[in-house]
């Protein structure tokens, strides 16, 4: 089975950890989210292909969800005794490692997706990891503070700030002018499935369907398209979902996201882009939006979809798959 999963950081990491245990002789690749990626003290961070790498790899910080094992951080302090910022971000010393290597390859000219490929080859995570662009896309949200409305980078806003004030726009910064990276639009057109994880929908899921020829592609696909609520009884399995669904007008809710990614065979409108979903999950806490859900032409099913261990998140994978069965069939 060839499968294709549109991942962002933590979220999607943890649900591609369950999906090659529910299917451990699967194809997978992933298109991970590089909306987030930063430049710090001259070093090329990409949190979220680092944070797919690192958890199939073996080497992620299990109690934070990011970051490496064992971690120390005497960079950062020497960098804050020279007054060097910024300093809420913190690069930890084995972290370091792999930014020094992915901008070393990158200025010596090879592409994002060689650089990933060549970080892999390290880490052995089991699936194909391929950016969704080989190009600069950096997501930027408008926020006001002191009654005035600016622009800072994501990061900035999730990290330093926690999402504290209200988003005004999420904009992929650079996304209009990117191209897929190589091998995305082959691996979404020979896909078996199609699986949209619960990763955020506005800046993890949503930065990758906005390079031109992605989603275009996804919804012509002939693979099943199903997604995963990342909503969970009105409030965010994790992180500040609600905050950025609020900035693009979604409610946070199960039905609405879904309805935001709209169904499968939708025509493009100028109001609205192709739908994508052939079918949605919903928690059991949700089983009430089912109805809503099918009534916009997305099959729906309620199962449990709180990741607490390896067992339950492959039971999800497992669920999803089922559904893709389901509308193949």
């Not at 275009?216 to 099943?224: K, N, Q, R």
Request: aromatic share 4%; charged share 20%; with cysteine.
């Amino acid at each position: 089975m060839r499968i294709v999963v549109l991942a962002g950081g933590i979220g999607g990491a943890r649900f591609l950890r369950g999906l090659k245990a529910a299917q451990p002789e699967a194809e997978i690749t992933v298109i991970g989210n590089t909306g987030d990626d930063i430049h710090l003290f001259g070093l090329k961070v990409c949190p979220d292909l680092d944070t797919v790498m690192y958890t199939l790899g073996g080497g992620i910080d299990e109690e934070k969800g990011w970051g490496r094992d064992d971690e120390s951080f005497r960079v950062k302090e020497e960098l804050a005794a020279y007054g060097v910022g910024p300093d809420w971000f913190g690069l930890g010393d084995r972290d370091v490692a792999t930014h020094l290597v992915r901008t070393q390859m990158l200025g010596a000219g090879y592409p994002l997706s060689a650089v990933t490929e060549a970080l892999c080859d390290r880490w052995q995570p089991g699936v194909r990891l391929l950016p969704m662009t080989d190009d600069r896309v950096e997501t930027h949200v408008a926020i006001e503070e002191g009654g005035e409305r600016r622009a800072i980078h994501f990061q900035e806003y999730w990290v330093r700030l926690r999402a504290s004030v209200d988003a005004h726009a999420v904009v992929p910064v650079g996304a209009e002018q990117s191209a897929p990276a190589p091998g995305v639009l082959e691996a979404i057109a020979a896909a078996d499935v199609i699986l949209l994880p619960p990763s955020n929908p506005v800046v993890s899921v949503g930065t990758i369907l906005a390079v031109p020829g992605i989603r275009d592609a996804v919804a012509a696909a002939d693979a099943p398209v199903i997604g995963l609520s990342p909503i969970v009884g009105g409030a965010p399995v994790r992180g500040m979902a609600d905050k950025v669904l609020a900035a693009v007008g979604v409610e946070a809710t199960a039905a609405a996201v879904a309805r935001h990614y709209g169904a499968k065979g939708g025509a493009a409108t100028d109001d609205a882009p192709a739908g994508l979903l052939d079918g949605w999950l919903v928690d059991e806490v949700d089983a009430a939006a089912v109805a809503d859900v099918e009534a916009a032409g997305i099959r729906c099913r309620a199962v449990p979809l709180m990741m607490t261990d390896l067992d339950a998140t492959a039971a999800m994978a497992r669920a999803a798959l089922t559904l893709a069965g389901e509308v193949r069939a």
